[in-house]
């Protein structure tokens, strides 16, 4: 099939500033490290699908941008390919007997411009059933190739290791060491029939405590009894679950295309939730943790940020909002705009590029370009639809009313919208399908 994109991003400067994945906040301090891809750390090249272009795995990205600089080609949810190697060889030797367009979506660039200055690239996706089709082998194959190590290593009688905590070693199986770890110093990583690679992941966490850092924080201290103590007050001994370094350690992580273990233990937990129980008087949501545009201040109300950014950096939102007349989807695409200028690099107000974000932040309040913007069709586009930190919290908090102050419907932007009736929720609650079907199964 063939698509085409309204906004032009035709120019070889504007594709090196391209976001190939999504961004993401920093859940704690970054300290200049980082994690190693689920698929765990390999030293295949990755060959171009064009030319002897090649790469170590580890550096994929560097591939992934030469595919689009180069050959004008993206590759769709390449987190979610389980042996990339693989996928790029049989791709490379699928583009030798056919034509990519065969295979690819075609993007054509700024379509409404001039014909000497449209430009095609191609998407390779799981939309083609060839590509699925070969994702899901793939997957299939690493998935056999883990349950395999898995029963090996439930097999292995040669097994040694020394306790972290202790002096005490342990031969034999490693259920013994994972279940001492667990009894005697309330430490457990899960049941040893749900780990795989287990010597590499108690290699890997002796490495970090041999660097005096802490499992759990993950902070870095001066010596060892400092290190113990922590971790022993804090109640620390155990993992980060939100590091997907460890992601490669569990089985569960192999079962389903795309899934972490995290999504599918929600799955397998809603199965189990009491749907008797219809009561939310008790939950509670929660905080937001909304990072500002222009720093790494986070507030956990909409107020305190919409404040921080007003008072540390002159930014009001509310009064753009008021004073462009900005719909809620014009909200977020302004958000995303500015997230994607500052993470450039670059001043939004004038379009100059810097050296680095803090010097960017600084031109822009010493030249007074905090709340000067460009020309709206500059922002206003359907690429900034989409987040540029993908759990960017401040878009949950932008204000979704499309009423002026005199209480009047704005219809200035010709989106079709299609809301819900809301008037009488409760009612809504009580009458509702879903409901009648419950209580009729209750009944069976």
């Not at 999504?263 to 943790?289: I, K, M, Y």
């Not at 919290?393 to 204000?399: D, G, I, K």
Request: hydrophobic fraction near 30%; charge should be negative; charged fraction near 30%.
């Amino acid at each position: 099939g063939s698509f085409q994109l309204g906004a032009d991003c035709s120019s070889v400067n504007k594709l090196r500033d391209s976001i190939l994945e999504p961004l993401c906040f920093p859940e704690q301090p970054a300290d200049g490290t980082s994690a190693p891809s689920p698929q765990g750390p390999g030293s295949e090249l990755l060959v171009c699908l064009f030319c002897p272009e090649s790469v170590p795995l580890l550096q994929k990205d560097l591939l992934l941008k030469h595919l689009l600089l180069e050959h004008k080609l993206v590759i769709a949810d390449v987190k979610l390919i389980a042996d990339l190697p693989k996928y790029m060889l049989y791709w490379r030797g699928r583009f030798l007997e056919q034509p990519v367009t065969d295979f690819c979506s075609v993007i054509k660039t700024n379509s409404t411009g001039p014909v000497e200055k449209q430009e095609d690239y191609f998407l390779l996706c799981d939309v083609l059933p060839e590509d699925r089709i070969l994702r899901e082998r793939l997957q299939q194959k690493r998935l056999e190739e883990v349950l395999e190590q898995q029963q090996a290593e439930r097999d292995d009688s040669s097994f040694h290791h020394v306790c972290m905590f202790c002096s005490d070693e342990f031969t034999g199986n490693r259920s013994s060491l994972l279940n001492h770890m667990a009894r005697e110093h309330s430490f457990s990583i899960g049941l040893p029939d749900n780990i795989v690679y287990c010597k590499q992941f108690l290699e890997t966490l002796q490495n970090k405590l041999d660097n005096l850092q802490c499992l759990y924080c993950e902070k870095t201290f001066r010596d060892k009894t400092t290190l113990k103590d922590h971790m022993r007050k804090k109640a620390h001994r155990r993992i980060n679950a939100s590091n997907h370094e460890y992601d490669r350690f569990y089985v569960i992580n192999y079962l389903e295309l795309g899934k972490t273990w995290e999504e599918v233990q929600s799955e397998d937990d809603r199965e189990l939730v009491d749907d008797e129980d219809d009561d939310w008087s008790d939950w509670q949501a929660h905080p937001v943790s909304a990072v500002c545009l222009f720093c790494d201040h986070q507030s956990e109300t909409m107020d305190q940020i919409y404040t921080h950014m007003k008072e540390a950096h002159g930014f009001d939102l509310h009064k753009l909002r008021t004073e462009l007349n900005l719909r809620f989807y014009q909200q977020v695409k302004l958000v995303n705009f500015i997230r994607r200028q500052i993470h450039q690099s670059r001043c939004y107000g004038c379009q100059e590029k810097f050296e680095s974000r803090e010097d960017t932040v600084r031109h822009i309040v010493a030249d007074g370009h905090v709340m000067k913007l460009p020309d709206v069709s500059t922002w206003n586009q359907p690429q900034y639809y989409f987040p540029t930190y993908e759990n960017d919290a401040l878009l949950c908090t932008l204000s979704d009313s499309d009423e002026d102050e005199g209480g009047q419907v704005n219809h200035s932007e010709d989106v079709p919208v299609i809301a819900e009736d809301i008037s009488n929720l409760r009612a809504l609650k009580q009458t509702s399908v879903l409901n009648q079907l419950r209580r009729s199964n209750r009944k069976r």
